[in-house]
C-alpha cells in the first residue's frame, strides 16, 4: 500500500486526534454499541419531518425529539463523572499508535510518525497529571462533599476543553501546509505555550474558585445553582439561537461528507413564520472527493466558508466551472444542475447554502439524473418504453447504465459524496474560471475581495447588497461577513428592514440583543391573542436575548432589534449571514463614536431621557473608535458613569 506523503501525515495526525479523544469517548459512550445520542436525535427528526402531519404535531415531535436528547445527554455526562479518565489509556493508545506507525506510514515518515506518537502520549499523561493535582486541591481546600464533587467536575471540565484547544492548535498546524520542518515545529511549539499560559490561567481561576466556594454559605450555593439552572433553560427556550449540534439534520451524512439542514424557522418559533420558506443548509465536503450533479426544486445562494474546490453548473446547451474559495458566493436558480469537486488533499471544503424552495412552502428536495441505488436517479422512474424511445438505445444498454455495477463484477461507490483519483480531479478543474471572469459575472463574485464596509484593529465586515450586485438581485438577499477580533465587541446596532440569519464559522462570541416579543412564548392560541391585546395597548418593555456561540451555530437577528456581539481574550470569531427580506435595509448604530444618539437634537434628548443633554453627551459623544471597539476586561469594570448609564439606556423605550 502506497500513502503520499501529504496524506499519509494527514492521516497519521487524524489518527492521533482520535487516539487523543479515546479517554473521554470512553466514559461517555457507554456500552460498546450503543448509538450516539445526536444520531438518534437526527433520526428522530427526519420521522417528524417525514411522518408526522400538522405544524402544531410536528412542532411536540420535535420538542419530544430534543426533551429524549436532554436525557441522554445528561445520561452520559453522569456516566463520564463517575468514570473519570483511565491511567491505562494513554500507554495502550502510545502503543497503537506505534503500532500503526510501523504498518502504515512510509518509512520516511516513521520517525516523524512516532515523533507525534510521543509527543501526544506525553500531553495525555500530562493532562492526567493536571487533573489529578486539581483535584486533590480540591480535596484540601473545600469541605462538604457535594462542594467537592463540584470542583472536581470543574476540575475535568477545564482538563478536557484546555486538551481541545490544543488539538484544535496543532490541528491548524497540519493544514497550513507549511513545507519545512522548523516551520512545523515553530507552530507546534506556539500551541504548547498558550496551552501553557491557559492551563496557568485556569489554575489561577481554580484557586479563587475554591477560596470563593470555601467561605460561601448554603443559601448562596443554591442562588447559585438556581441562576445556573435558569441560563440553561433560557437558552433551551431562545427561539433566535440555533445550536449546531440541536438544531442541524443531516439528509445525507456519508463517510466522504454530509449536507446538513437546519429546521424549519417557525417549527422552534412562531415568531419566524416571516422568513420560514426560507431553509438554511451546510455542504462538508472532504479532500479529494466529488459530489454528484444534482438540481433542487428551490432557489439558492452558495457562500464559501472554508477551503477551495471547484463548483460546475450545467443545463441542456452549455457548462460552466468555477473555482471557489473561502468568500465566494454563487447563486443557482431553481433547476439548475450543480456538481462539485474538492480538490484539496488536506482541507474540507465547506458551504452555506441559502435555499428558497419554489414548490412546497418551506420544503425542497434533490433531484439526481445520475445514480443507481444509493441515490437514485430520476431518469429511472420512467418507464421502458419511455427511455427506448427517447434514448434510441435497447433496453439491455440503458440498464448497463443504471443498475449497480457489482452486479457486472466492479466495484461501485454509493452516496452523492465519491471519493475521487488525482486525474479525474485534473478533468474536471482544467477549464474552470474564476469569478469576474468572463462567463462568470452574472453567477458570482469573492465577498472577501470587496471594500469592507467597516474596518479597524478590532474587526472586519464586508457586505453585498442586491442594490450594488446584480448576482443577489433575483433573490433580493443581501450576503455579509465578519470577524471579530479577540477582546472586542461589534457595538450594538440594528437593521432597519432586513432579518439576518447568521451561521458562526470559527471561534466563538457572546451575543445579546433586546426583544420585545418573548412574554408572548409557551401560551395557547386563547392567552396569546389576550396577551396580544394587552401588548397592543403596552409597549417599550424589553427582554434580553443571549447566547453563547460557537462554530455551527445560527442566530436570527429580527429586523429592528439592536443588537451585539463580544469576544473572549481567547480567539478571534467570525461568521457569515444572510438579510433577508430587506434589499435596501441600512444597518444604524447606537453606540460608538457615530451613533443614534449623538445626531438628536439636545431638546429630543433632555425630553426622552429625563436628564440634562450635557450629561446624555458625556455618555455617547465619549468613544473614539466606530462600529468595532476593544472590549478587555479593564473596560469593563464600573465607572462612575454606569449611574448616569441606567438612565440614558432608557432610550429603548423610544422604539
Known sequence: MVISKSRSLVLIYSLLLSFALLSSAACVHGRKGEQDPYEEYDQCQRRCEWEVRGERQQQQCEQRCERQLDERLQQRQQHGRRHGLNPEDPQKRYEECQQWCEQQAGRREQPQCQQKCQGRFQQEKQAQRQLQQCQERCERQVQGQREQQQCQSKCQQQVEEQQRQLHQCQERCERQ????????????????????????????????????????????????????????????????????????????????????????????????????????????????????????????????????????????????????????????????????????????????????????????????????????????????????????????????????????????????????????????????????????????FNLMRQSP?????????????????????????????????????????????????????????????????????????????????????????FKQVRAKLSAGDVFVVPAAHPVTYFTSQNQNFRAIAFGLNGPTTRRVFVAGKNNLVRQMDSEAKEISFGVPSRLIDEVFNKPQESHFMSFSPQQRQPREANNRLSSILEFARMF
Open 453 to 541: 464596509i467597516y474596518s479597524n484593529q478590532n474587526g472586519i465586515f464586508y457586505e453585498a447588497k442586491p442594490e450594488n450586485f446584480k448576482q443577489l438581485q433575483d433573490f433580493f438577499v443581501s450576503v455579509a461577513a465578519f470577524q471579530i477580533n479577540k477582546e472586542s465587541i461589534f457595538v450594538p446596532h440594528f437593521n432597519t428592514k432586513a432579518t439576518f440569519l447568521v451561521l458562526v464559522t470559527e471561534g466563538s462570541a457572546n451575543v445579546e440583543m433586546a426583544c420585545p416579543h418573548l412574554s408572548r412564548q409557551s401560551q395557547s392560541e386563547e392567552e396569546e391573542q389576550e396577551q396580544e391585546q394587552q401588548e397592543e395597548e403596552r409597549s417599550g418593555e
Open 177 to 444: 501546509e507549511q513545507e519545512w520542518q522548523p516551520q512545523w515545529q515553530q507552530c507546534q511549539s506556539k500551541c504548547q505555550q498558550e496551552h501553557e499560559q491557559r492551563r496557568q490561567q485556569q489554575e489561577q481561576e481554580q484557586e479563587g474558585y475554591n477560596h470563593h466556594h470555601h467561605t460561601m454559605t448554603r443559601s448562596e450555593e443554591e442562588e447559585g445553582e438556581q441562576e445556573e439552572e435558569q441560563e440553561q433553560q433560557q437558552q433551551r427556550n431562545n427561539p433566535y439561537f440555533f445550536p449546531y449540534r440541536r438544531s442541524f439534520q443531516s439528509r445525507f451524512r456519508e463517510e466522504e461528507g454530509r449536507f446538513n439542514i437546519l429546521q424549519r424557522f417557525a417549527h422552534k418559533s412562531p415568531l419566524l413564520k416571516l422568513i420560514d420558506n426560507y431553509r438554511l443548509a451546510t455542504f462538508e465536503v472532504n479532500p479529494q472527493t466529488f459530489v454528484i450533479p444534482h438540481h433542487c426544486d428551490s432557489h439558492a445562494l452558495y457562500v464559501v466558508t472554508n477551503g477551495k474546490g471547484v463548483i460546475t453548473f450545467v443545463n441542456d446547451e452549455n457548462k460552466i466551472s468555477i473555482n471557489v474559495e473561502r468568500g465566494t458566493v454563487l447563486k443557482a436558480h431553481a433547476g439548475a444542475t450543480v456538481y462539485m469537486v474538492n480538490h484539496d488533499n488536506r482541507e474540507k471544503l465547506n458551504i452555506a447554502v441559502l435555499a428558497i424552495p419554489v414548490n412546497t412552502p418551506g420544503k425542497f428536495e434533490e433531484f439526481f439524473p445520475a445514480g443507481n441505488r444509493d441515490p437514485q436517479s430520476f431518469i429511472q422512474v420512467f418507464s421502458s418504453r419511455v427511455l427506448e424511445a427517447v434514448f434510441n438505445s435497447p433496453r439491455e444498454q440503458i440498464e448497463r447504465i443504471f443498475r449497480p455495477r457489482e452486479q457486472q463484477g466492479q466495484k461501485s461507490q454509493q452516496g452523492i459524496f465519491r471519493r475521487v483519483e488525482a486525474q479525474q480531479i485534473r478533468s474536471l478543474t482544467q477549464q474552470a474560471t474564476s469569478p469576474g471572469e468572463k462567463g462568470t459575472e452574472s453567477l458570482a
